[in-house]
């Protein structure tokens, strides 16, 4: 086993799961693999509240910080407090600061043969090349949709709509689409397409501006709008639709926007959805949305 693992993909995609897991099997007191999932250790990695197992992440900042990887230093060189491992998983690596990855660097080089480190990203290009080298890298990949509509209908018990949008927004990503599964985001989200696509004249009093999960999620769900349409432009009605459960009404939508109309607005959400992230005002950017579809 190696000591330093770095896995990377898309959010969703189970790289915490196995992280989760990999802490487990290592910590495990019936020493099985897989971890028996039952013993006291296992159970209180599950619940996030055993001695041996760290987790770094960014705190009151977009960043993880040196001090963070400091403090990692001093506890890998201490014994293990109860377990056979210390286990240390840094959530969104790339986004550790130059300083801190530096450091990070040095404890990757030599560290201690009862330790674990595994790194999870998102973006490979925003991590030191140094510290990808040193790891064992793990690719995790989205599931087919097909798949996870199966899983989230037949072990879930959600029904057909639901099941559909989540797998197929999420694009098999089977972690978030859990996340939303209690939520009621299939009338959220045809609130949403009503508000700024059937009928953008609408208020939109009722959103909150300074969510930023929020605004993102809706911009998503606007592009997956307008992505039906154009397939339903194209005559290519037989691929399956994110928004099945309104395909009459999208259909009606195909003869209101022209192709160019599609590309230009697909193109101003796609930026906006890299401005969320920045300083810009969510206010503005609502604001903006509501002229983009009034054109």
């Known amino acids: 086993m190696s000591t330093a693992y770095l896995f990377f993909g898309p959010e969703g995609t189970g790289r915490l799961f196995l992280a989760r897991s990999l802490a487990k099997t290592v910590n495990c007191q019936a020493g099985t693999f897989p971890p028996c999932t039952s013993c006291s250790s296992c159970r209180r990695i599950e619940n996030n509240n055993y001695p041996d197992v760290h987790y770094l992440q960014k705190e009151n900042s977009n960043f993880i910080k040196i001090e963070q990887i400091h403090q990692m230093q001093r506890e890998i060189g201490l014994s293990a407090f109860e377990g056979k491992y210390k286990v240390f998983i840094i959530l969104d690596a790339e986004d550790l600061t130059s300083e801190a990855a530096n450091c990070l660097l040095k404890v990757l080089e030599e560290p201690p043969k009862d330790s674990l480190i595994i790194l999870i990203a998102s973006d490979l290009r925003?991590?030191?090349?140094?510290?990808?080298?040193?790891?064992?890298?793990?690719?995790?990949?989205?599931?087919?949709?097909?798949?996870?509509?199966?899983?989230?209908n037949r072990d879930y018990h959600l029904d057909k709509d639901l099941s559909h949008f989540l797998a197929f927004c999420f694009e098999g990503r089977l972690g978030e689409a859990l996340r939303f599964k209690d939520s009621d985001i299939l009338s959220e989200k045809n609130r949403i397409i009503r508000q700024f696509v059937i009928n953008p004249s609408l208020s939109f009093d009722r959103f909150d501006f300074k969510d930023k999960e929020k605004l993102s999620r809706i911009i998503k769900i606007l592009i997956g709008c307008l992505r039906d349409i154009y397939l339903l432009k194209m005559g290519l009605g037989g691929i399956e639709l994110i928004n099945e459960d309104i395909r009459e009404r999208l259909c009606a939508l195909t003869e209101k926007f022209s192709f160019t109309d599609l590309d230009q607005m697909l193109s101003q959400l796609c930026d906006d959805l890299e401005n969320i992230m920045r300083n810009i005002n969510p206010r503005l950017l609502i604001d903006n949305l509501q002229l983009l579809w009034r054109k």
């Open 126 to 152: 925003r991590i030191f090349p140094t510290i990808i080298s040193r790891c064992q890298k793990i690719r995790f990949n989205p599931k087919d949709p097909h798949q996870v509509e199966t899983i989230l």
